[in-house]
């Protein structure tokens, strides 16, 4: 388990160093920067992915036909706020993009809300709750660092297409890769 708390504490630093230690970030460079924190977020990643692997603990509740179909629509919803917020900053985007100002944080607790409903173990708890709890913390940070927030334009209904389209494909990619792992998305 502890492998599985280091990786998620080190995801936390990595992106809340910018934030949360803004002189030692800026010391760095612009585009120096970026490597280390690559570096950390995809190191976080491996030891999120090893120490969930290797994992043990209680189990609370099992996959049921139930939890994995709502899931599974939490899936698509989460995917599609998400790519909302792929437009670059200042760019029109679909209707959601519009009227949500962390897009993407939103998608990725939604994400994370559908595998802890159904993930009823230990290790998902630390790895699911951990990643929510950033996100919603990463929300508050940035909220009381930038207050004053323009929503988008709206990019009609091309930009509702692209959405629709990207988050399809990415769906679709992640639970095949899902499966290639040998976790059966489709229940």
Do not use: C
Request: glycine content about 12%; proline content about 6%.
């Amino acid at each position: 388990m502890l492998i599985l708390i280091l990786g998620v504490a080190l995801w936390w630093a990595a992106h809340l160093f910018k934030r949360m230690a803004p002189g030692p970030r800026a010391s760095l460079g612009e585009a120096k920067g970026k490597g280390p924190v690559a570096i950390a977020l995809v190191g976080s990643v491996i030891l999120m992915w090893w120490g969930y692997g290797i994992a043990e603990g209680p189990v609370w509740w099992g996959r049921s036909g139930a939890l994995v179909g709502i899931n599974n629509l939490l899936m698509v919803l989460a995917f599609y706020i998400y790519a909302s917020g792929a437009a670059p900053p200042g760019k029109p985007r679909n209707r959601v993009g519009t009227m949500l100002r962390h897009p993407q944080l939103i998608g990725f607790s939604v994400w994370a809300a559908a595998h802890l409903l159904v993930n009823g173990d230990l290790a998902s708890f630390v790895l699911f709750g951990g990643l929510l709890a950033w996100a919603l913390t990463e929300i508050v940070v940035i909220n009381r660092a930038q207050p004053d927030w323009q929503p988008p334009a709206w990019g009609g209904v091309k930009s509702e297409i692209r959405v629709a389209v990207i988050g399809l494909i990415v769906l679709v990619v992640v639970m095949v890769i899902h499966n290639w792992l040998g976790v059966t998305p489709w229940g």
